[in-house]
Structure formats: C-alpha cells, structure tokens
T-cell receptor, first 113, second 113 residues
Framework: GAGVSQTPSNKVTEKGKYVELRCDPI?????LYWYRQSLGQGPEFLIY????????DSGLPNDRFFAVRPEGSVSTLKIQRTERGDSAVYLC???????????FGSGTRLTVV | TQLLEQSPQFLSIQEGENLTVYCNSS?????LQWYRQEPGEGPVLLVT?????EVKKLKRLTFQFGDARKDSSLHITAAQPGDTGLYLC?????????????FGQGTTLQVKP
C-alpha cells in the first residue's frame, strides 16, 4: 500500500479483556516496528521485526504483550488482561532496511476503562 | 540505557521568531533523525543526519549533528503557524544499524499568528 495502515484507529476495552492491534506495512518493507506513545511524549520502543522474526523485543513491558508477523508482512500486537495503564497510542512503522527512514502509521488509540 | 534529552519540552512563540530545539545524550548514535508529529497522526520524518558535524537544511529548518554524534539541534528561522506541532529527535544507538530507534521526549511548538 501507499502507507502504513493501522486498524482499528480507536479501541475502547474493559480492564481484563484481550485486544489485538493490526499493522499493514508498506509493501516490500522488511523491517516493522511497534511503539507506544503517551500524550505529548516521544514514542517508546516495544518490538522490532526483521522479516518474520522478532529482532529485538526488549521494549515489551511484560508477558501480557506479544507480537507476531507470521508471513513477514502484516503484524499483530496482542495484549492480554489489559490494564488501565496500557491506555496509549500504539504506533507501527516500517522501513525498507533496518535503520533506514521510518514511515509511521496514524496509530491505534487504545483506551482501557 | 541510551537516553535522548530534548529541550525545551514546550515552546510558544510569535510568528516570525526564530527558535532552536536541542537533543542531547551521553551516548553515541550512528544516526539521528528528526520527526514532526501532528495530533492524531504518526510522526513524519524530516531529516536523517549520519556524519558527525553534518548540517542539513530543509527550507527554513536547519539540522545539525554534533561532532561526537551525541547531540543534535533543529533551528527554525521565521517560524510560521504551520510549523506548530510536536518535534521529535530519534537515534539509533551505538555504531551499528540495528533499526531500533530511541526517541526523545519531544518538543511541543506553538507558533501564534
């Protein structure tokens, strides 16, 4: 596609529920990144894929967070047993090579009530 | 832990004024990127600097990478209301090309007409 697409754009869920956030990168981009951003702050790194494998998952805050990219294209960020502190904008980005210029999606705003 | 400290965190100026945003770290970065983000959107890449001492210009914006590759600055000349937004610096730590970007906290710029 022309850009990075993230769905849904907004998600409201109840505390304790499971959510999935989807990212469709730019076609052909091998690297895909997930970030989390609080209002007025810089994005916080979560995980980075090179192809199908997670090259660096050191930013995942705990084992409730998991991400997959089974075919090296679309990625899904999964959050189990959501907590109010998980509320944030989740951003996805892709690039053609690791370390190149990133293209970000518009993000998914997750609100846990 | 590699940290990027941005200053100031908030800046409100009148149209036509000049301003400088700073991005500092005690760590070396292989490259520094500057992004601009508007509400409800993902960050958009403005420039990447890779060589110590490098200066790049983008219309009224001037970006500089420190000689030691630990700091960077963004200077805007004759700011316009359209420059309003969140400015983010981000770097790839070390000398490699891991793809993992570390972001600063951001500088919120408001340019009043």
């Amino acid at each position: 596609g022309a850009g990075v697409s993230q769905t849904p754009s907004n998600k409201v869920t109840e505390k304790g529920k499971y959510v999935e956030l989807r990212c469709d990168p730019i076609s052909g981009h091998t690297a895909l990144y997930w970030y989390r951003q609080s209002l007025g702050q810089g994005p916080e790194f979560l995980i980075y894929f090179q192809g199908t494998g997670a090259a660096d998952d050191s930013g995942l805050p705990n084992d409730r967070f998991f991400a997959v990219r089974p075919e090296g294209s679309v990625s899904t960020l999964k959050i189990q047993r959501t907590e109010r502190g998980d509320s944030a904008v989740y951003l996805c980005a892709s690039s053609s090579t690791g370390g190149g210029g990133y293209t970000f999606g518009s993000g998914t705003r997750l609100t846990v009530v | 832990t590699q940290l990027l400290e941005q200053s100031p965190q908030f800046l409100s100026i009148q149209e036509g004024e000049n301003l400088t945003v700073y991005c500092n770290s005690s760590s070396v970065f292989s490259s520094l990127q500057w992004y601009r983000q508007e509400p409800g959107e993902g960050p958009v890449l403005l420039v990447t600097v890779v060589t110590g001492g490098e200066v790049k210009k983008l219309k009224r914006l001037t970006f500089q990478f420190g000689d030691a590759r630990k700091d960077s600055s963004l200077h805007i000349t004759a700011a316009q209301p359209g420059d309003t937004g969140l400015y983010l610096c981000a770097g790839i730590p070390g000398s490699g090309n891991t793809g993992k970007l570390i972001f600063g906290q951001g500088t919120t710029l408001q340019v009043k007409p």
